[in-house]
């Protein structure tokens, strides 16, 4: 089949099994064109745990609905390197005024997400309230392949499971791109309706990666926002 567009040949590829009913049988949800802030990655699916996905969705919906702000997302990833730490020391790493920081933690408050100590904060235990245990995303491209590796390349800040997703191609072709791929770290699969979906190379890791948008997408995915976008922009 040969496909008008790159909008085409994605929603051609959602369209079959042969991704979507894959043998893993993990939760997920699909979203499209989402925006990072470096790129909008044409496919993301987000894997993740139910159980702790319906323990968070359990809580006060009201402060779930609205998208996480970019400057909790930072803070998000900063205290889950750390165990308790000085809410001053937070301010300073976000480099905001008391009442910007007091915001902050009145977000954190109100999802849950945070324990408080006289003028200590940590981060809850991740298995608790991190539902989203992978993302995988996907460039996909008709032609302009290393355009598509360039783009999946800036992904990898916060998810190592980024590849770009063509048509078939034969010969020589699928080596040049493969080499390619792999000096990036980046994975490669192939679609055509004919033959289907297949992985001709893996990324070089798999696994999330701490970073604010992982945040991003662990909040909007509980608040069951998937149809509005994470507010990096």
């Known amino acids: 089949m040969t496909w008008n567009s790159e909008a085409e040949f994605v929603k051609s590829f959602l369209?079959?099994?042969?991704?979507?009913h894959r043998p893993n049988k993990k939760d997920f949800e699909v979203w499209t064109e989402v925006k990072t802030g470096f790129g909008r990655p044409d496919i993301?699916?987000?894997?993740?745990?139910?159980?702790v996905l319906e323990?968070?969705?359990?809580r006060d919906q009201k402060s779930l609905v609205a998208p996480l702000s970019t400057r909790t997302a930072f803070a998000l990833s900063y205290l889950s390197t750390c165990r308790w730490?000085?809410?001053d020391n937070l301010g300073k790493f976000l480099n905001v005024t008391r009442s910007q920081l007091i915001t902050v933690v009145q977000e954190l408050q109100s999802r849950?997400?945070?324990?408080t100590k006289d003028h200590l904060i940590k981060l809850k235990p991740k298995s608790e309230i991190l539902a989203v245990s992978r993302v995988i995303v996907f460039e996909a491209k008709l032609k302009h392949w290393m355009d598509a590796?360039?783009?999946?390349?800036?992904h990898l800040w916060f998810t190592n499971d980024s590849y770009i997703l063509m048509p078939k191609v034969e010969?020589?072709?699928?080596n040049l791109i493969a080499h390619e791929c792999d000096k990036r770290g980046i994975g490669l699969s192939f679609f055509n309706q004919v033959t289907g979906f297949s992985t001709v190379l893996k990324p070089a890791q798999s696994g999330v990666q701490?970073?604010?948008?992982?945040?991003?997408?662990?909040?909007?995915?509980?608040?069951?926002?998937y149809e509005r976008e994470p507010v990096f922009s």
């Open 15 to 20: 369209s079959t099994i042969d991704y979507i």
């Open 44 to 51: 993301a699916i987000v894997e993740y745990n139910p159980n």
């Open 55 to 58: 323990s968070r969705q359990g």
């Open 85 to 87: 730490v000085k809410i």
């Open 112 to 115: 849950s997400l945070i324990e």
């Open 149 to 154: 590796i360039e783009q999946a390349e800036r």
């Open 171 to 174: 010969g020589k072709r699928v």
């Open 210 to 225: 701490n970073s604010p948008m992982l945040w991003q997408i662990n909040e909007r995915l509980v608040g069951g926002a």
